[in-house]
C-alpha cells in the first residue's frame, strides 16, 4: 500500500527531483497541478495525499496547458531515480507523480483559471503551477460526482472543508455542466451538492 505523504515530504521530493532534473541537464519542467498537493501547498487543506497530480505542461508564452500523454523519457528516469532512493514510494511506484487527470486539460479549464494560478520552484529545473481555489474546488466536484471513483468521498471531504460559499459552487456545477459526462453525473452531482446542504442549489442541476 502507498504511504501517504505530507507537505513537508512532498516538498522534500520535489526537490530531490530538481536536483535530479539539472544532474541530467533537463529542459525546465513546468506542470500544472491539481488534487491534493494544490491544496496542502496553498493552504486550503491541510492533509496528506498519495500523490502529485499533473494536469500538464503549462506554457507560459501562450498562456495554455499542454496536454501530453508522458512524461519526457528524461524526466521519467528522474523520477525513478527518486522513486528508487524512498522505500516509501515503492508501493505506487512512478506514479506518486503521474497525469491521471491530464483528459480533464484537454477538454478545458474553467475560464480564466492562469490568473488564479500560484508557482512553486524547486531548484532550477521544475516550477509547479498550482490551481487556485475556484478552480480546484471546481475539479472536486466533479470527482466527488464520480460513485464509481474510489476515492469519491475524499474529495467530497476537500470540498467540504473549503467550506464554499454559494456563488463558489454554483460557478463550479456551471463548469462541470461544460464536461461530455455532466448527464451521467448529474444525479450524483445533486447529491453531492445536498450533502453540502445547498437544497436550492441541487433542485436546478
Given at each position: 500500500m502507498a504511504m501517504q505523504l505530507s507537505r513537508n515530504m512532498l516538498e522534500s521530493l520535489l526537490h530531490e527531483l530538481a536536483d535530479w532534473l539539472e544532474f541530467d541537464d533537463c529542459?525546465?519542467?513546468?506542470?500544472?497541478?491539481c488534487g491534493g498537493v494544490a491544496l496542502a501547498f496553498q493552504g486550503l487543506r491541510l492533509r496528506t495525499t498519495r500523490d502529485v497530480d499533473v494536469l500538464g505542461d503549462w506554457k507560459a508564452a501562450d498562456m495554455v496547458i499542454a496536454c501530453i500523454e508522458d512524461f519526457p523519457s528524461k524526466v521519467k528516469t528522474c523520477i525513478q531515480r527518486v522513486t528508487e532512493n524512498h522505500p516509501e514510494l515503492w508501493g505506487l511506484g512512478t506514479n506518486w507523480i503521474n497525469l491521471v487527470p491530464r483528459r480533464l486539460a484537454a477538454h478545458g479549464l474553467p475560464k480564466g483559471f492562469a490568473q488564479r494560478m500560484a508557482s512553486v520552484q524547486f531548484g532550477k529545473r521544475l516550477t509547479i503551477h498550482l490551481l487556485g481555489r475556484s478552480d480546484l474546488l471546481a475539479l472536486k466536484l466533479y470527482a466527488a460526482a464520480d460513485d464509481l471513483g474510489p476515492r469519491q468521498e475524499i474529495h467530497y471531504q476537500d470540498i467540504k472543508a473549503m467550506n464554499p460559499k454559494f456563488d463558489e459552487l454554483d460557478e463550479a456545477v456551471d463548469w462541470v455542466?461544460?464536461?461530455?459526462d455532466f448527464?451521467?453525473?448529474?444525479?450524483?452531482?445533486?447529491?453531492?451538492?445536498?450533502?453540502?446542504?445547498?437544497?436550492?442549489?441541487?433542485?436546478?442541476i
Amino acid at each position: 500500500m502507498a504511504m501517504q505523504l505530507s507537505r513537508n515530504m512532498l516538498e522534500s521530493l520535489l526537490h530531490e527531483l530538481a536536483d535530479w532534473l539539472e544532474f541530467d541537464d533537463c529542459e525546465p519542467v513546468e506542470w500544472v497541478v491539481c488534487g491534493g498537493v494544490a491544496l496542502a501547498f496553498q493552504g486550503l487543506r491541510l492533509r496528506t495525499t498519495r500523490d502529485v497530480d499533473v494536469l500538464g505542461d503549462w506554457k507560459a508564452a501562450d498562456m495554455v496547458i499542454a496536454c501530453i500523454e508522458d512524461f519526457p523519457s528524461k524526466v521519467k528516469t528522474c523520477i525513478q531515480r527518486v522513486t528508487e532512493n524512498h522505500p516509501e514510494l515503492w508501493g505506487l511506484g512512478t506514479n506518486w507523480i503521474n497525469l491521471v487527470p491530464r483528459r480533464l486539460a484537454a477538454h478545458g479549464l474553467p475560464k480564466g483559471f492562469a490568473q488564479r494560478m500560484a508557482s512553486v520552484q524547486f531548484g532550477k529545473r521544475l516550477t509547479i503551477h498550482l490551481l487556485g481555489r475556484s478552480d480546484l474546488l471546481a475539479l472536486k466536484l466533479y470527482a466527488a460526482a464520480d460513485d464509481l471513483g474510489p476515492r469519491q468521498e475524499i474529495h467530497y471531504q476537500d470540498i467540504k472543508a473549503m467550506n464554499p460559499k454559494f456563488d463558489e459552487l454554483d460557478e463550479a456545477v456551471d463548469w462541470v455542466r461544460t464536461l461530455p459526462d455532466f448527464e451521467e453525473k448529474r444525479m450524483e452531482l445533486k447529491e453531492v451538492v445536498r450533502r453540502l446542504d445547498y437544497d436550492d442549489l441541487a433542485y436546478y442541476i
